[in-house]
C-alpha cells in the first residue's frame, strides 16, 4: 500500500483490550431493553397461545435463537438494580474512554487496519460451537462497535485448514467513502480471489 501513498503508523488503543468485557455488558443490556417489547402483538412473529402470557412465552420461545435468549437473561441480569451500578454503568464509563482511544488515534491515521477476527472462521456444520470461544472471536470487532464507528471486512486468504481469514479497516464517523476506496484498494494490491465453493 507504500506504493499508492499510504503511510503506515503505529497507534495505541489502550482501552480496547477491556472491549470485550465491556461489549459482552453493554450489548445484552441493549438487547434485552430492546427485546423487552417484542411480544407479538404490535410487531414480529407472532405465535398463539391460550392466554396471553402464553402467547407471549411462545412468541419469544420460537423467535428468539439460543443466543438471544443467552443475551436477553444476562442483558436482564445486569439492569437489575443490584448489578446495574456495579457493572453497566462501569461498563459504560470503560466505552467512554474506548470511544475517546480511536478519537486519538483518528486525529492521526485516516483508516486503521486489524484483524477481523483472532482465528480462522468456524465451520458451518459445527454442532459443537462453544459459545465463549465464539464470543472471544469478536475481540478485534467490539471496539468499533462500543465506539460506534464504521467497519468494512476484507478478504485476507485462508487458513491452514482452508478456511476463510479477514482483515477490517475501521474509520471515524461517517468515513465509509474512504473506507469503501482503501478496501478497494487493498483487494487490488492483494489480488485475492474469492474461492467458489461448490454445494453452498
Not at 62 to 74: Q, W
Not at 108 to 118: F, H, N, S, Y
Not at 171 to 189: C, D, K, Q, R
Request: glycine content about 8%; overall charge negative.
Amino acid at each position: 500500500m507504500k506504493e499508492r501513498g499510504a503511510e503506515i503508523i503505529d497507534i495505541s488503543l489502550p482501552h480496547t483490550e477491556l472491549g470485550l468485557p465491556v461489549y459482552y455488558m453493554v450489548n445484552p443490556s441493549e438487547a434485552s431493553s430492546n427485546y423487552a417489547r417484542y411480544d407479538g402483538l404490535r410487531y414480529g412473529l407472532r405465535v398463539a397461545g391460550d392466554t396471553l402470557q402464553e402467547m407471549y412465552s411462545n412468541t419469544r420461545t420460537e423467535g428468539f435463537g439460543d443466543e438471544v435468549k443467552r443475551r436477553i437473561m444476562i442483558g436482564t441480569h445486569a439492569l437489575s438494580a443490584g448489578c446495574y451500578e456495579e457493572y453497566y454503568l462501569r461498563a459504560q464509563k470503560v466505552r467512554r474512554k474506548i470511544y475517546e482511544d480511536f478519537q486519538n488515534a483518528f486525529k492521526k491515521v485516516d483508516v486503521i487496519l486489524t484483524p477481523t477476527t483472532a482465528s480462522d472462521a468456524f465451520a458451518l456444520d459445527d454442532e459443537k460451537m462453544d459459545p465463549m470461544a465464539m464470543y472471544l472471536e469478536d475481540i478485534f470487532t467490539v471496539g468499533a462497535n462500543l465506539a460506534g464507528l464504521p467497519g468494512i471486512s476484507i478478504p485476507a486468504g485462508f487458513s491452514e485448514n482452508d478456511l476463510p481469514l479477514g482483515m477490517q479497516l475501521l474509520g471515524p464517523a461517517l468515513s465509509e467513502p474512504t473506507l469503501f476506496n482503501a478496501a478497494l484498494a487493498i483487494e487490488e494490491e492483494a489480488s485475492f480471489k474469492h474461492r467458489i465453493i461448490e454445494g453452498l
